[in-house]
């Protein structure tokens, strides 16, 4: 089983949708968790961290169930400027970053 | 905003050959790493280093691989005998403290082996 699971996709969208990202992950003791948003060829950018009461940024909303080991994205009233792959990332405190191999996204005008 | 400079932003090399990728850290963070990402492929971590020391590597780190902090500001990955697939985009990250912060990654460096 991989350790952290994404959707490929490619999930394409009409400007203004609402689209929503999952994830898993394998480790129970992992402690850490982030979504990273990563532009082709480009380096992963931090988009927000993940806390288990669920916390929002802007028209970014991320949740996290622990007892599920289920990590989610959701993204509203999508831009252009959204089309990225989008990184789920975990962080067990004796390991270091685990990358989801990523969903890509392509917002259309 | 602080960012993590990594150099040469491409490097093409020959196989067999050493090649050093550059990094330097944002001043005041603790803890330096190198992930790779094989193009088409996931980042991989490589190793991390904390108090002048690796603190862990994956296996994809072995003898070929080594990491050095020579002054304090820079943060170098040696590749000796570079095999074809060694071509990947190798990013340096540092972070402050507490993995429940993001780490902030250098725009990374393109090695191509020929």
């Known amino acids: 089983r991989k350790e952290v699971e994404q959707d490929p996709g490619p999930f394409n969208v009409p400007e203004g949708a609402t689209v929503a990202f999952n994830c898993t992950y394998s480790?129970?003791?992992?402690?850490?968790f982030f979504w990273y948003r990563q532009d082709c060829r480009k380096e992963p950018k931090l988009l927000m961290s993940?806390?288990?009461s669920g916390n929002e940024d802007g028209r970014f909303t991320a949740q996290l169930n622990r007892a599920s080991q289920y990590i989610s994205l959701l993204i509203r009233d999508s831009k252009l400027s959204d089309s990225a792959t989008y990184l789920c990332?975990?962080?067990?405190?004796?390991?270091?970053?685990?990358f989801g191999s990523g969903t890509q996204l392509t917002v259309l005008p | 905003e602080p960012e993590v400079t990594q150099t040469p932003s491409h490097q093409v090399t020959q196989m067999g050959q050493e090649v050093i990728l550059r990094c330097v850290p944002i001043?005041?963070?603790?803890?330096f790493y190198w992930y790779r990402q094989i193009l088409g492929q996931k980042v991989e971590f490589l190793v991390s280093?904390?108090?002048?020391?690796?603190?862990?590597k994956s296996e994809i780190f072995d003898d070929q691989f080594s990491v050095e902090r020579p002054d304090g500001s820079n943060f170098t990955l040696k590749i000796r005998s570079t095999k074809l697939e060694d071509s990947a985009m190798y990013f340096c990250?540092?972070?402050?403290?507490?993995?429940?912060?993001?780490?902030?990654f250098g725009s990374g460096t393109r090695l191509t082996v020929v």
């Open positions: 990250a540092s972070r402050l403290t507490g993995g429940e912060y993001g780490y902030t």
């Open positions: 480790n129970s003791a992992s402690q850490s």
């Open positions: 993940v806390y288990s």
């Open positions: 990332v975990v962080n067990h405190p004796a390991r270091q970053l685990t």
């Open positions: 001043s005041n963070h603790l803890y």
């Open positions: 280093f904390y108090n002048n020391e690796i603190s862990e």
